[in-house]
């Protein structure tokens, strides 16, 4: 008899700690005792199909699709403005805004065209989010043929 007591006493202290561990006041004393570690809280930008964005353009006047992705992983639901720059040697071309909202855990993807210029050198293409210094962009390099407009 007593050893059932003694598992009844044990699995009662059990349940009391693991209840205890799910209170904000348990996770700080398991965080400081280094046996708990807060789950990790991002957002993460991300080009869809990054193998899908030219490497360059062939004609002068082109048309360009940036489809990119804004994932929340922050625990909680999210509105991101984010702008898609067009630059030139460090100088804006064109610029396209928006905003997405976005629940925890979930992905938004975005798709922009923009029709730019491209008669030499190289345009690069920055997708950021206003809130954050998150960004990431790609080169392209103009090579318009001769006798190419469009």
């Not at 345009?123 to 043929?145: G, H, K, M």
Request: hydrophobic fraction near 40%.
């Amino acid at each position: 008899m007593s050893k059932i007591w003694g598992s009844a006493i044990l699995a009662v202290l059990l349940l009391t700690a693991v209840g205890f561990a799910q209170t904000s006041t348990g996770r700080a004393i398991l965080r400081k005792a280094g046996l708990f570690e807060p789950v990790a809280s991002y957002t993460a930008l991300s080009f869809s199909n990054s193998g899908s964005l030219p490497q360059k353009l062939t004609s002068a006047h082109a048309r360009v699709d940036v489809t990119f992705n804004i994932q929340n992983m922050t625990g909680s639901a999210q509105r991101y403005k984010w702008s898609l720059i067009v630059l030139r040697n460090g100088h804006k071309e064109k610029t396209s805004t928006g905003s997405a909202s976005v629940g925890s855990g979930a992905t938004a993807t975005l798709t922009r065209k923009l029709s730019v210029a491209c008669v030499s050198g190289q345009l690069r293409f920055v997708v950021q989010l206003d809130e954050s210094a998150e960004s990431i962009d790609f080169l392209t390099a103009c090579t318009p043929r001769k006798g190419m407009a469009g």
